[in-house]
């Protein structure tokens, strides 16, 4: 594997209730020395204080409890083949997979994949039979273990739940705080928690998914995420009463709620994260209630990255690691056969689904089609932003229109745009056969609407939500140019060359998404905020984005 691995090596990290790293070092580096000093000289004096230990340790004969592999990934999102910025693919991260389990199994070690969930919805893969195949990719991959993300639940409990069935699903599927499962028919397709047995030492895996609240309205009337960090401790407390020798966390919380998990709880002895879509080249450490260092680990996004890590199981929830390593995923190496072929055979199971060819060239943009790469946020609020929050607003004739960045699917280069790429990047539908979300229009008062733009000033949400319609006057006077939040007060916001009165009503333009999960939630707001609310005709998101674009190619940044 050396010639697939550019990450991280640690030898002998001392877990449990040893506080010591013995040895740290870049695999293949020949500035291992100087790494190893530089890092011990940020360790904290406690850790120093017990290198005698683990250096005894490394001289000492090596016996061992039981020694395990654990193989990671999370978020893969169905990006069957890969993004478009050149990591992934399916067939090459089954490629290495097998490696990896091939080379423990000839070791004698037996090997647990781990994935963080989010496989599901995404890509445009995920039309591949209907979402089913995204939960067959799991099982070729080989995957154990995985947990429910909010993008696998998209389209609500009742179709996981058939998804899973017609899958066939051999891999367990986990989430303690999801409750509601019983009226989802997911009782026994979504247990709270996995035990294996090693040789006597007895690993707890338990699952926890996001609860933010803005993902949770598939879920409704039938189901609800409850609060991951009491279930996660309450979880933890009964593997310790149940004498498990190590428990696991499995997570799609991010990372932050990690963290902050382990500094709450007492007995989770690792875990393994996603939803964050962070790469951790090394494990994060971070001390709980006993003051134990437990690790957190996560491996990117999109298929581009799996981690490996060999776990010598001691016991009463004390482990080290024999190794860690975080391998890049790229599409150009070798690709495994059987998975080559369902990956194919998803490409056309796809375009069926679509009726027409995915490579049709439909226009042409001078401008990036903003979205994710690699995995990543990059820019928002960007030209393509303006170009859909106008487009929203002319298909409802609103006087305003709102586009959410955060909805944006996968970055399009300049260039020739294909069907494609207009599905890749705004990849959402609400049920099987929809063109896409479609356009709602309401009518909100002009004293909300300041009250809204006043909040968003203050908040990170500025810097998402393009305002296509508000404009403010030119310094210079020459003209109006865009209003926005971050720079702009209400008092100079302008619609239709007006100053914004806070006692009239303005119409808006909105993705169909948003009323659409506050009323399912029962928010107050909503109805406050959303006045005759209607669905425009002819508005669904993928014809309309090709006629744009055919009727305005090549796309070029919008002058005003």
């Given at each position: ?47 120093l204080k017990s290198i005698p230990l683990c250096l ?256 010598d199981l001691l016991g009463d929830g004390q482990a ?115 063109q896409g979300w479609h356009v709602s229009r309401a ?118």
């Amino acid at each position: 594997m050396a010639n697939t691995c550019d990450g991280l090596k640690m030898t002998t990290f001392c877990l449990g209730n040893i506080y010591s790293i013995s040895s740290f070092f870049n695999q293949g580096s020949n500035e291992s020395r100087t790494s190893q000093s530089n890092f011990l000289k940020e360790l904290p004096m406690k850790f120093l204080k017990s290198i005698p230990l683990c250096l005894g340790l490394l001289l000492a004969p090596q016996t061992y409890a039981k020694v395990i592999q654990i193989i990671h990934t999370n978020d893969l999102h169905s990006y069957f083949q890969g993004t478009r910025g050149g990591i992934g693919g399916y067939a090459q991260l089954k490629t290495v997979i097998d490696e990896l389990k091939d080379e423990a199994r000839a070791k004698g070690i037996p090997t647990i994949y781990l994935d963080g969930g989010d496989f599901g919805e995404g890509s445009s893969f995920y039309f591949s039979n209907q979402g089913v195949d995204s939960l067959r990719a799991l099982d070729l991959l080989g995957v154990d273990v995985t947990v429910l993300g909010n993008h696998d639940f998209i389209l609500g409990g009742k179709q996981l739940r058939n998804q899973i069935k017609e899958a066939g699903l051999q891999a367990t599927m986990l989430s303690a705080n999801l409750k509601g499962k019983r009226f989802m028919g997911l009782s026994k397709l979504l247990p709270n928690y996995v035990d294996y047995e090693f040789e006597g030492k007895k690993l707890r895996i338990f699952g926890l998914t996001t609860s933010e609240v803005h993902y949770m309205y598939p879920l409704r009337p039938w189901g609800y995420i409850a609060n991951p960090h009491k279930a996660g401790i309450k979880q933890a407390a009964q593997a310790r009463k149940d004498n498990v020798d190590f428990t696991i966390a499995l997570t799609h919380i991010g990372l932050e709620n990690d963290i902050r998990l382990v500094e709450k709880s007492r007995s989770i002895d690792m875990v393994v994260g996603g939803h964050s879509h962070i790469l951790l080249r090394k494990p994060q450490l971070t001390e709980n209630l006993e003051g134990r260092l437990i690790p957190i680990i996560q491996a990117g996004a999109h298929a581009g990255y799996v981690g490996s890590m060999t776990l010598d199981l001691l016991g009463d929830g004390q482990a080290e690691m024999l190794d860690y390593r975080m391998i890049n995923i790229t599409k150009d190496m070798p690709q495994e056969k059987v998975m080559r072929e369902f990956v194919t055979e998803a490409y056309k199971k796809r375009e069926h689904y679509f009726g027409r060819s995915w490579d049709e060239v439909i226009g042409y943009s001078e401008i990036t089609l903003s979205g994710n790469y690699n995995g990543q946020d990059t820019q928002t609020r960007t030209c393509w932003s303006r170009h859909l929050a106008r487009m929203t607003r002319k298909v409802a004739k609103t006087e305003l229109g709102l586009q959410f960045d955060v909805f944006q699917g996968e970055e399009i280069a300049p260039g020739p745009i294909t069907y494609g790429d207009i599905v890749d990047n705004f990849p959402h539908f609400r049920k099987w056969g929809d063109q896409g979300w479609h356009v709602s229009r309401a009518t909100i008062s002009g004293f909300l609407l300041k009250k809204i733009l006043q909040i968003m000033a203050n908040s990170e949400v500025a810097l998402q939500v393009m305002i296509d319609g508000v404009e403010v006057q030119n310094k210079s006077g020459d003209g109006r140019v865009p209003y926005d939040p971050t720079i702009h007060t209400t008092n100079e916001a302008m619609i239709a060359g007006e100053q914004l009165n806070s006692f009239r009503y303005y119409t808006v333009a909105m993705p169909s998404e948003i009323p659409f999960g506050i009323l399912k939630l029962g928010n107050v707001l909503g109805y406050a905020l959303l006045n005759n609310l209607r669905t425009v005709e002819n508005s669904h998101y993928w014809p309309m984005i090709e006629g744009y674009i055919r009727e305005n190619s090549p796309l070029r940044c919008l002058k005003n």
